[in-house]
T-cell receptor
């Protein structure tokens, strides 16, 4: 069965600084990978996804993520963080048609002015 | 489009009470699901449905019941609430149950069981 870990429970960065959120997965084949963002009091919104092809994927709000098969990782990055990026971020893995997603525990991002 | 609508947004129950969390989607999605979100645990799947009349258990189904009589609605029932069911509940839907399908989420229900 697939699993997802997000090693960082809480990260604090200053506005304008770069950001990297880590995600590691466990799955026997190439998984389908997602990053979702949850703003306070809201549901989850898809930031980006990876299925195949180019291992660097671009998403909304200036986010990007890179799939590294050798490291079983799918880290989320942003070159310059804005105060509005403060939220909780979830990495998720899909195993194929007919399978349910598995979500990581989440990383809470705080942004200092 | 309204998307995925959950009601209520907040609820307080006493131990042993029952209640139903409502979820409706207007996107004609076949797949609907319920998650609970607890600190440090991420989202855990409670129950899901791949179409009207079809439901199945997820990772943490105990204490919950679901039915899917129409494509649009997927209510979650707590039969006898327990403090361990204090959580934030999310309903989510997609076109089909599949890894390439983005999930559309409702805004959540914050439930406290005293």
């Amino acid at each position: 069965a697939q699993s997802v870990t997000q090693p960082d429970i809480h990260i604090t960065v200053s506005e304008g600084a770069s950001l990297e959120l880590r995600c590691n997965y466990s799955y026997g084949a190439t998984p389908y990978l997602f990053w979702y963002v949850q703003s306070p009091g809201q549901g989850l919104q898809l930031l980006l996804k990876y299925f195949s092809g180019d291992t660097l994927v671009q998403g909304i709000k200036g986010f990007e993520a890179e799939f590294k098969r050798s490291q079983s990782s799918f880290n989320l990055r942003k070159p310059s963080v804005h105060w509005s990026d403060a939220a909780e971020y979830f990495c998720a893995v899909g195993a194929g048609y007919g399978q349910n997603f598995v979500f990581g525990p989440g990383t809470r991002l705080s942004v200092l002015p | 489009n309204a998307g995925v609508t959950q009601t209520p947004k907040f609820q307080v129950l006493k131990t042993g009470q029952s209640m139903t969390l409502q979820c409706a989607q207007d996107m004609n999605h076949e797949y609907m699901s319920w998650y609970r979100q607890d600190p440090g645990m991420g989202l855990r799947l409670i129950h899901y449905s791949v179409g009207a009349g079809i439901t199945d258990q997820g990772e943490v189904p105990n204490g919950y019941n679901v039915s899917r009589s129409t494509t649009e609605d997927f209510p979650l029932r707590l039969l006898s609430a327990a403090p361990s069911q204090t959580s934030v509940y999310f309903c989510a839907s997609s076109y089909s149950q599949g890894a390439k399908e983005k999930l559309f989420f409702g805004s959540g229900t914050q439930l406290s069981v005293l």
